[in-house]
């Protein structure tokens, strides 16, 4: 099997008070298509910066990060938007505001294309649209006339995820993108979330500082640690691990 990615011994370091600081420190993995992988780390461990560099916003200081056995290392982030989507944790980002949830739904449904006769397209697309959105949760599919701005965190979220997986990306980011919701929203998000990923088959990284979400989700785990990768679970080990055990890596 190609692997979706692969670092080998990459590093990203910058200079802090005039001296080298080492943010991500010889990382060394392949993820496969299909892995649905969680990434813990501690405040300032370096998770953010690893996919600031997977998603080409950063270039590493050393190293080589291929994207199916190609190497993408010195690819801008522009030229990766066709292959990794990435969902934040501030609801407010990766939606036009302005625009309704409708009229959004169909630029991702559109991302790539030419994007001439709007209106008409979206008059042709509101059935397969309105279909689409009976299946999300926090209530969008009753939001779809709305104005994004006047979404609630979690219908804005909601919308982001959609967006970011409406063309089944290659690599999908998820950056602690439940953890500005309430409850029951980050639950209703979090369970789609994985629907989506499974029926897809989607290859997902997704950052969590939830220690259940982590031990619920996803098939493979990652610990780092000061910029170093200090674990790598398997879906067997990782259904071992308790919330004590995670504890302890992060300590
Ligand atoms: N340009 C920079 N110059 C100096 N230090 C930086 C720079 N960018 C990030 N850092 C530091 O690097 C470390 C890693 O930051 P990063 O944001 O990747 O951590 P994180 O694991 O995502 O943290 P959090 O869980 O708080 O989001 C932090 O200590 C941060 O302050």
Do not use: W
Request: net charge neutral; glycine share 4%; charged share 20%.
């Amino acid at each position: 099997m190609t692997p979706r990615i692969t670092l080998n011994h990459l590093n990203f370091e910058v200079t802090d008070n005039n001296e080298p600081k080492q943010l991500l420190n010889d990382l060394n993995l392949t993820i496969n298509p299909g892995e649905f992988v969680v990434l813990l780390g501690a405040n300032g461990a370096g998770k953010s910066t690893f996919f600031n560099t997977i998603a080409g916003d950063l270039t590493p200081t050393s190293g080589q990060l291929l994207f199916n056995d190609h190497d993408i290392t010195k690819q801008s982030a522009q030229q990766r938007t066709r292959l990794i989507s990435r969902v934040y944790q501030d609801p407010k980002l990766g939606t036009a505001a302005d625009m309704t949830v409708a009229e959004n739904i169909l630029l991702a449904m559109r991302r790539g294309q030419r994007r001439r006769l709007f209106p008409r397209r979206l008059k042709q697309q509101l059935p397969q649209i309105k279909a689409l959105a009976k299946t999300l949760p926090n209530h969008l599919d009753q939001q779809l006339n709305r104005p994004v701005s006047n979404l609630s965190g979690g219908q804005r979220q909601t919308l982001n995820f959609l967006m970011a997986t409406i063309q089944k990306p290659e690599l999908l980011l998820l950056d602690e993108h439940t953890s500005a919701l309430d409850a029951v929203s980050s639950q209703a998000l979090m369970t789609f979330t994985n629907q989506t990923i499974r029926d897809n088959q989607l290859t997902c990284l997704m950052i969590t500082h939830d220690l259940e979400d982590a031990l619920q989700y996803g098939n493979r785990l990652l610990v780092l640690k000061a910029g170093k990768l200090i674990a790598d679970l398997n879906a067997t080990e990782k259904q071992a691990l308790t919330v004590d055990t995670l504890l302890d890596y992060l300590n």
